[in-house]
């Protein structure tokens, strides 16, 4: 039964209906185990009542559920047939009917006059002048007044009943019955047993009929008060049916059978199906006859007709007779396809056919048949061509390994051979043809397209006007153009009356279904592409996919050829003839999507809040999981709708994956329109709906409640830190003038400090600078000059003058590093050895892993020693005397060693000058080095004297 644009199925396994392409379980069936169902029906208020057959009766809507049985009052619990009128439910049981009330189901049973013998078996209820009457299996018709049903008429073994145009339609077990609705009495009688139920279509009364012992039933239609079955125009594969419902929208005819499942019909199909010859090779029309090739021969069909048959062994025989000629011409050395002539009779193929001057010409594995357009074999040519037509009143024909061949006159074989493998414009490899009044096009499977016109080839591939090397087929429009369908399934339309030709409409292989393309034909400016998954077909900016829904099952396609607004698809199996009419006028139909189940977070929504999902969803921020199940219903081929959706009106569309679920995986805070788009590939139409708005709450941190109270803390904290922070200023500012005070007396200190630190840098400097050092030097250098010895004398005088630099510049700075005081130490000593007998040598050992040059000492810090040295230390005794200078670190300190070989504590009373120079040293160190308790020792001996230096790493 077709009830809320659903069909409904009630049968021994339960309760079920169709949903899109599968049966979907009715849940409160299974909650109450409720099966054997035999009526199913649906009152105003929206409750499903269904019939069991033993286990009384199930009441449902969308809120609640209950049983209805004997307990509850019902008169029996077989129940057949369930009738809504008015306020009221009307039960047929198999012993009596109850009343039921739809609003407090309270139950009526009204009295009848029961039969010993049998039970009062109640079959069907139906309503003629607001009364509600009954019909019976073995007590005849009655109708129900004041709680009693009272005998109208006797009739016996009625199955079912049926008010149309004013009559009754009854079917008993013998015949079928039209009962007059006033008098009730038969009209008409029809031999046609057990009718089960009735149906008018377009007019006209249907209904279903089978036996009840034997299966041999029909599906009958009332024309003309003529019976006409129409199982065998329906191609209905069983008889054994029971039951039907008619889906007005789609125009499908669902049959319940005993044995056999459901049948479903389409009673509009835009395809239908001739299946009548096996193989069907090439389709020819001429006025009222349609010439078929098969793999039987040929079939000639006057008028729906079939008037004549061809056999293949005609065509064999006629071969056999009629050879000889040209046999020996034909051959391979002169460019023709050989030809096996032992090929038998029921190996015969066909390539293609057509009419040219009231003559049929047909191509074959055994040669080229001509015939009149009665059927009549005329002449045969033994030529081996796949593709051939006629151009200028010429036979041409494609060699199949290469080359055009132009026929002058085929019966005398006078042609004109094209093939030049070194003339690119020679056509080879040809699939196809396309015949134009002025040219003919070529389609090559390896080198493009070809046109030959005006007596010339050309290639478009050389001439780069259209660049695709490999095509499969090519046609004619009815506009002229020229399509090309490519190795690749890319379609173009070619302008071809363009110099250059003129790209009027490309289809991307992206928008083809199929992977090989088998057919490419344009009626009226509607485009068929025929692949191995189905046909293609593309109006202006519609696209349709015709494949096993809509009827056409079989994709070994021959070929396709067009006619009086038809397409004839040619296959393995038949042909199929699809409508160009239907196509032109589609009804504009709106799919319309139902969200049947929700799951957030994995978890189900109830029913209530999906029946309510207009006003939106409202969900918390951790609840951005979502799954959307939808259904499209009463859809006529729910596998030709595409589903694609998009979260806001800015975003492209996503196309789904899995057909009717929407995945939205952590959606962010914020609102969502959530859209699906509809593409109906049946009628082209594509259809957007709003599908659910959908609300993620931001977290409770973002909302304004918390902002502001957030706010309102921060002001408060502000104030506090605020007067915090002026307590700790004014704080800090008292102690910033203690230490502002305290900072002014270490200042006082530290100016006390640099002054005496200076006092000292001068009595240091004043001590290298003696006056008995500087006559010294210049006594030598003077002796240099006298003796005119001028390059010692320039010498030591540029020497001495980098000494004075050297150390003018060392008194302005507070330290130097250690390498470069010993540089200086080394020039120093380079100057005394003027005046000196005996060369000093000044000799610097340092530990490896010391940086002489990261290691600060005061400046001139180590001279007063080297210079006691060279002055005490060295009389002329000391042959080879010697300083030597070593720097060590020694318990995270830097130890610096100065020892000579001299005279040691043989003269150890210093002078004035060593015990000044030592002493001012000591007072450097002792304002520098503040943390050493003793940082020069001196110690004297036989061998010389060692002075011992500690310095702050």
Do not use: R
């Given at each position: 039964m077709i009830l809320k644009e659903l069909l409904w199925i009630g049968s021994r396994a339960g309760l079920s209906k169709k949903k899109m392409n599968s049966f979907e379980i009715v849940g409160e069936a299974t909650k109450h185990k409720f099966n054997n169902i035999f009526d199913i029906t649906e009152d105003e208020n929206k409750k499903m009542w269904i019939a069991g057959y033993g286990q009384g009766i199930l009441c449902f809507d969308k809120y609640s559920s209950r049983l209805i049985n004997t307990k509850n009052g019902l008169v029996n619990d077989f129940v057949r047939v369930v009738f809504p009128f008015k306020d009221k439910i009307y039960a047929g049981t198999l012993n009596g009917i109850s009343i039921i009330s739809k609003?407090?189901?309270?139950?009526?049973?009204?009295?009848?006059?029961?039969?010993?013998?049998?039970?009062?078996?109640?079959?069907?209820?139906?309503?003629?002048?607001?009364?509600?009457y009954v019909t019976t299996i073995n007590d005849g018709l009655y109708v129900i007044e004041n709680d009693e049903l009272i005998k109208v008429n006797d009739i016996k073994k009625i199955f079912s009943s049926y008010v149309w145009k004013g009559n009754i339609y009854l079917g008993t077990e013998t015949e079928l019955l039209i009962v007059d609705s006033e008098k009730f009495e038969i009209i008409t009688k029809y031999q046609v047993p057990s009718v089960w139920q009735f149906y008018p279509y377009k007019g006209k009364m249907c209904f279903i009929s089978s036996g009840i012992y034997d299966n041999d039933g029909g599906i009958y239609r009332l024309e003309d008060e003529k019976l006409v079955n129409r199982v065998?125009?329906?191609?209905?594969?069983?008889?054994?049916?029971?039951?039907?419902?008619?889906?007005?929208?789609?125009?499908?005819?669902?049959?319940?059978?005993?044995?056999?499942?459901?049948?479903?019909?389409?009673?509009?199909?835009?395809?239908?199906?001739?299946?009548?010859?096996?193989?069907?090779?090439?389709?020819?029309?001429d006025r009222n006859k349609e010439y078929v090739f098969h793999d039987k021969g040929l079939s000639i069909i006057t008028n729906n007709e079939s008037t004549k048959n061809v056999s293949l062994h005609e065509f064999k025989k006629y071969q056999e007779k009629n050879d000889d000629k040209f046999k020996d011409y034909t051959i391979i050395t002169n460019h023709f396809y050989p030809i096996d002539y032992n090929i038998p009779e029921n190996r015969i193929i066909f390539y293609n056919s057509l009419i040219n001057k009231n003559t049929i010409w047909v191509s074959s594995n055994i040669g080229m048949f001509e015939l009149d357009l009665n059927g009549k074999i005329t002449k045969y040519h033994p030529i081996h061509v796949f593709i051939f037509t006629f151009f200028e009143g010429k036979l041409t024909t494609v060699v199949p390994y290469g080359g055009i061949r132009i026929f002058e006159n085929i019966n005398t074989m006078e042609n004109k051979y094209f093939h030049n493998w070194n003339n690119p414009n020679i056509p080879a490899d040809i699939v196809s043809i396309a015949n134009f009044d002025n040219a003919l096009y070529f389609a090559s499977a390896l080198t493009g397209l070809y046109e030959y016109k005006n007596g010339v080839f050309k290639s478009f591939l050389v001439s780069k006007e259209f660049t695709e090397p490999k095509l499969k087929r090519i046609t004619k429009s009815n506009n002229g153009n020229l399509i090309i369908v490519t190795d690749f399934n890319d379609v173009y339309e070619f302008d071809v009356n363009q110099s250059p030709i003129k790209i009027i409409r490309h289809i991307n292989h992206q928008k083809i279904k199929g992977s090989t393309t088998a057919f490419v034909s344009e009626i009226e400016g509607i485009l068929y592409v025929g692949t191995n998954l189905g046909i293609n077909v593309f109006k202006e900016n519609k696209y349709f996919f015709i494949n096993k829904s809509q009827g056409f099952t079989n994709y070994n396609i021959n070929k396709a050829i067009t006619f009086d607004s038809k397409l004839f698809v040619l296959t393995s199996n038949g042909y199929y003839v699809l409508d160009n009419s239907n196509f032109k006028n589609k009804k504009q139909t709106i799919n319309f999507a139902k969200i049947t189940k929700i799951l957030v977070n994995n978890k189900k929504l109830d029913d209530s809040t999906i029946n309510n999902i207009s006003n939106g969803l409202v969900l918390n921020y951790t609840e951005n999981n979502i799954n959307i199940f939808f259904t499209v219903t009463n859809e006529k081929f729910p596998d030709k709708l595409k589903f694609k959706y998009r979260l806001k009106s800015t975003e492209s569309w996503t196309d789904l994956i899995n057909d009717t679920q929407i995945n939205l995986s952590y959606l962010d805070k914020g609102f969502y329109d959530l859209e699906i788009q509809i593409s109906n590939e049946d009628n082209g139409n594509v259809?957007?709906?709003?599908?659910?708005?959908?609300?993620?709450?931001?977290?409770?941190?973002?909302?304004?409640?918390?902002?502001?109270?957030?706010?309102?803390?921060?002001?408060?904290?502000?104030?506090?830190?605020i007067k915090l922070r002026i307590n700790i200023i004014q704080s800090s500012q008292r102690k910033k003038m203690k230490l502002i005070e305290l900072q002014a007396e270490q200042?006082?200190?530290?100016?006390?400090?640099?002054?005496?630190?200076?006092?000292?840098?001068?009595?240091?400097?004043?001590s290298q600078m003696n006056s008995h050092f500087l006559f010294n030097v210049l006594s030598s250098i003077q002796f240099y000059i006298i003796t005119k010895d001028v390059d010692n004398a320039l010498y030591y005088l540029e020497r001495f003058s980098s000494l004075i630099r050297r150390t003018l510049d060392f008194s302005d700075k507070k330290s130097i590093s250690l390498s470069e005081e010993i540089d200086y130490l080394k020039q120093y000593i380079e100057i005394e050895n003027i005046r000196v007998e005996n060369q000093i040598t000044f000799e610097v050992n340092v530990e490896s892993?010391?940086?002489?040059?990261?290691?600060?000492?005061?400046?001139?810090?180590?001279?007063?020693?080297?210079?006691?040295s060279i002055v005490h230390a060295f009389p002329a005794s000391i042959e080879k005397p010697l300083i030597k200078l070593s720097v060590e670190r020694y318990k995270g300190k830097i130890q610096i060693l100065i020892e000579d070989n001299g005279i040691g504590n043989k003269n150890n009373k210093n002078t004035t000058h060593n015990s000044k120079g030592i002493s001012i040293v000591k007072k450097r160190l002792d304002l520098t080095q503040k943390n050493f308790e003793k940082n020069i020792d001196i110690l004297f001996s036989d061998n010389g004297t060692k002075v011992l230096i500690i310095l702050d790493s």
């Open positions: 609003d407090d189901f309270s139950i009526i049973n009204p009295s009848f006059i029961q039969n010993p013998n049998y039970d009062f078996s109640v079959s069907s209820f139906f309503e003629i002048n607001d009364k509600v065998v125009p329906l191609k209905v594969p069983f008889l054994d049916l029971k039951s039907f419902a008619y889906d007005n929208k789609n125009e499908f005819l669902y049959i319940g059978t005993q044995n056999n499942g459901l049948i479903q019909v389409n009673l509009n199909a835009s395809i239908f199906y001739q299946n009548g010859y096996g193989k069907v090779y090439s389709l020819l029309f259809s957007i709906q709003s599908l659910v708005k959908i609300e993620i709450e931001p977290p409770y941190y973002l909302k304004l409640p918390f902002i502001i109270a957030i706010i309102i803390a921060v002001i408060l904290i502000s104030i506090l830190i200042e006082k200190k530290e100016l006390m400090f640099d002054k005496q630190l200076a006092e000292v840098k001068l009595q240091a400097l004043k892993n010391l940086n002489l040059n990261s290691i600060e000492i005061s400046p001139l810090l180590l001279q007063p020693f080297v210079e006691n």
